[in-house]
């Protein structure tokens, strides 16, 4: 089974802070999401990457960066954290194969983020 | 992105079969449909997706229907721990290559010893 594990699923920190949330996945993936996902917004995407060192920007990027360095580890970045960033974070990968439409994505678990 | 339409909540008995229903009336032809979970906390779980024909896995069956307006998934048992919140997700291979999932409310299964 394919397995994407976040590094911590519950995370307090303070405003102003930079703050890293590790994703890794154990199948070889090439693409890799963050998302975040808050009562009645659903989930957003904040970033995705295709491959080793390439990121593109979702639909929330601001306030928000990423690293891709091994095809197996994406990282997200909250550059200084605020308030608003208080959500449950949800990293997920998936295969491209024959198209994106035709690949379901594997989610971890999530990690809870409180800013104070 | 097409929409889908699934009802709020429904309600089951421990070992009856579920069909969950949705609609997706404007579906085009180059869209999958995808079935995805969340049980209470933790991160979506991939359920099942098809094309055209009806699907079936160890968790569940996919039944589309013949002009794809409309799919049920199929959980054949339901048990206790597939209480959670059901979405059907229509990916288009041309969503911009972000491959992002835009989950709507979908429906909230319970199930009842």
């Known amino acids: 089974d394919v397995k994407v594990t976040q590094s911590s699923r519950y995370l307090v920190k303070r405003t102003g802070e930079k703050v890293f949330l590790e994703c890794v996945q154990d199948m070889d993936h090439e693409n890799m999401f963050w998302y975040r996902q808050d009562p009645g917004l659903g989930l957003r995407l904040i970033y995705f990457s295709y491959d080793v060192k390439m990121k593109e920007k979702g639909d929330i990027p601001e306030g928000y960066s990423v690293s891709r360095e091994k095809k197996e580890r994406f990282s997200l970045i909250l550059e200084s954290a605020s308030t608003n960033q208080t959500s449950m974070y949800l990293c997920?990968?998936?295969?491209?194969?024959?198209?994106?439409?035709?690949?379901?994505?594997?989610f971890g678990d999530g990690t809870r983020l409180s800013i104070l | 992105d097409a929409k889908t339409t699934q009802p709020n909540s429904m309600e089951s008995n421990e070992e009856e079969p579920v069909h969950l229903p949705c609609n997706h009336s404007?579906?085009?032809?180059?869209?999958?449909i995808h079935w995805y979970r969340q049980l209470p906390s933790q991160g979506p779980e991939y359920v099942i997706h098809g094309l055209t024909s009806n699907v079936n896995n160890r968790m569940a069956s996919l039944a589309i229907a013949e002009d794809r307006k409309s799919s049920t998934l199929i959980l054949h048992r339901a048990t206790l721990r597939d209480a959670a919140v059901y979405y059907c997700i229509l990916r288009d291979r041309s969503s911009g290559n972000t491959g992002k999932l835009i989950f709507g409310q979908g429906t909230t299964l319970q199930v009842k010893p």
């Open positions: 997920a990968s998936s295969y491209s194969g024959t198209g994106v439409g035709n690949q379901p994505q594997h």
């Open positions: 404007t579906i085009s032809g180059t869209d999958y």
